[in-house]
């Protein structure tokens, strides 16, 4: 039955290796989609652009195929070249049409029924989803899902989709997966596969990326540009917010079920998540990068000898600055590449040096200098703490630290791992405690309209912003139903992990 599935996932329920990140006071995406339909190496093509995408999320991956007559799915925890890199693997994903996923989870255990791409049986054939965002929603619709005799597979939000999509009263696939898409909120950013078609899906807002290229004639719908360059595919051009893409034999269909209404991208993409050598939304992600640092500059110059990245998230910012400032740029800080995420520390002395094992001081460039420490956030200032008193260790006069993005006082609800508000630091703190708490000599972020300036703009436009900038300003700007339902934003974390 063209309907069937092989499914050659490897164990059951595993739980995740403990999470020993030694950088974890850091912000992280959930995920990364790829999808392609129509070549003969479909499978491998997917596993070579989620390695692209291996940066927007790093516990688990998965790909699901279809070779005309049955779906397989291979999902693995750990990363794409733990799994996707032997052939006996790509071998299993038979078929031209192949979509694939990289995960990072926000809270509890990551276990295999919860690793994307998602497949159910429905009324004419098989559909397989991989969903990078998070819905605001999605515990709303999963109470009701069950009250009414849903039977979940997963504790994933991205599940509800399947269940909608089952039961919508329309004839055309297409049809019930945008009467699907008419329940939710939130953000997302959606790729599935049928037996006939590839689709692609943006919220109506635009918040998570979406983009579509091309190899070989065949189409790709991912989410990022980085995914098309590695594997020699050409950009097409980016999903529109509430658009809904459909690729089949037939060639390509464009959907804009929603009202019109102005795109807000997530502004963070641009500030952390998207690799620096993509094109988000016509923008050059390194130069924004630039930009802001220079930004910062004309805003917190300091008198200092050296300016210093935290690598690696910091570098283009540090490199705008020092540009911007005239202070010359060096590499005080060397990170080792080949720490692992799951290195476990068997002591809690050794995990408080855990910094100094990722992130080594250069003391040739920094003994006895002024030097300004530029990184693109901060979340709870714990790692910034170590990485200043890092520099003091290894002499520096004075550490002057600067934030390339404003300070995040809001939580995010719409694909981004932070912490509860009372956990971040510019939320319990004005800048001068925070200065104190880290110990560095002078602290300084980049303002809002700063970022906007970075971005080509004149300034945030109050009445109708231009990006998705809740973190700094608190301004949602979708209904957060799931949120409005329960006592803390702790226990709706707890309830529906998002991917």
């Known amino acids: ?44 093509i997917t596993a070579l652009g ?24 291979e999902r693995r925890l750990g990363l794409v070249g733990d799994t996707f890199s032997r052939r006996e693997v790509i071998d299993r994903l038979p078929g031209t049409a192949s979509i694939g996923h990289v995960r990072y989870s926000t809270t509890g255990e990551t276990i295999l029924r919860n690793v994307q791409p998602l497949f159910a049986e429905l009324e004419g054939g098989g559909f397989a989803v991989g969903h990078n965002g998070n819905l605001t929603n999605a515990l709303t619709l999963r109470r009701q899902l069950i009250r009414d005799g849903a039977m979940m597979q997963s504790t994933s939000d991205s599940e509800v989709i399947l269940h909608l999509v089952a039961r919508a009263k329309r004839n055309r696939f297409v049809d019930r997966f945008i009467e699907g898409l008419r329940q939710l909120e939130g953000a997302y950013a959606f790729v599935g596969l049928t037996n006939k078609k590839l689709l692609g899906a943006r919220d109506p807002l635009g918040i998570r990326p979406l983009v579509i290229g091309k190899l070989d004639g065949c189409p790709i719908v991912t989410s990022e540009t980085c995914a098309l360059d590695i594997i020699g595919a050409e950009y097409v051009r980016d999903v529109e917010n509430g658009e809904v893409v459909v690729f089949d034999e037939e060639g390509a269909h464009s959907h804009k079920p929603f009202p019109p209404q ?9 500030i952390y998540f998207a690799r620096p050598d993509s094109i988000v939304g016509g923008r050059h992600v390194y130069n924004v990068r630039k ?30 600055y020092s540009q911007k400032t005239g202070i010359p740029y060096e590499l005080g800080i060397i990170r080792n590449h080949y720490v692992g995420r799951t290195f476990i520390q068997p002591t809690q ?101 700063g970022i906007y300036r970075a971005m080509g703009l004149p300034g945030r436009d109050n009445a109708k912003p231009q990006f998705t900038d809740h973190c700094f300003t608190g301004d949602y700007p979708t209904s957060l139903t799931d949120l409005e339902q329960q006592d803390t934003p702790r226990q709706l974390s707890l309830l529906s992990e998002a991917v």
């Open 1 to 44: 039955m063209p309907d069937q599935m092989q499914d050659a996932n490897s164990g059951f329920d595993q739980h995740k290796p403990e999470d020993l990140d030694l950088f974890a006071d850091r912000l992280r995406e959930e995920c990364g989609v790829f999808g392609i339909l129509g070549h003969p190496d479909a499978a491998a």
């Open 262 to 270: 102005a795109a807000r991208p997530c502004i963070f993409e641009y």
């Open 349 to 449: 002395a050794i995990r408080d040096q855990g910094v100094r094992m990722k992130h080594s001081a250069n003391r040739a460039v920094v003994q006895g200098k002024r030097i300004v420490l530029v990184d693109d956030s901060i979340v709870r200032g714990t790692t910034s703490r170590k990485i200043v008193q890092m520099m003091r260790d290894a002499g520096a006069s004075e550490v002057h630290f600067r934030i390339s993005s404003p300070p995040i006082t809001h939580p995010d609800y719409y694909g981004i791992d932070t912490p509860d508000r009372d956990k971040l630091l510019a939320a319990t703190h004005d800048l001068e405690s925070m200065r104190r708490f880290i110990g560095a000599d002078s602290l300084a972020f980049l303002s809002v309209d």
């Open 291 to 320: 930009a802001m640092g220079a930004e910062l500059g004309r805003e917190a110059p300091a008198g200092a000898d050296v300016v210093v990245p935290v690598p690696d998230s910091g570098v283009p910012a540090a490199l705008g």
């Open 50 to 73: 989620l390695h692209a995408l291996q940066h927007r999320g790093q516990e688990a991956a998965g790909i699901v195929s279809f070779d005309g007559q049955r779906f397989h799915s």
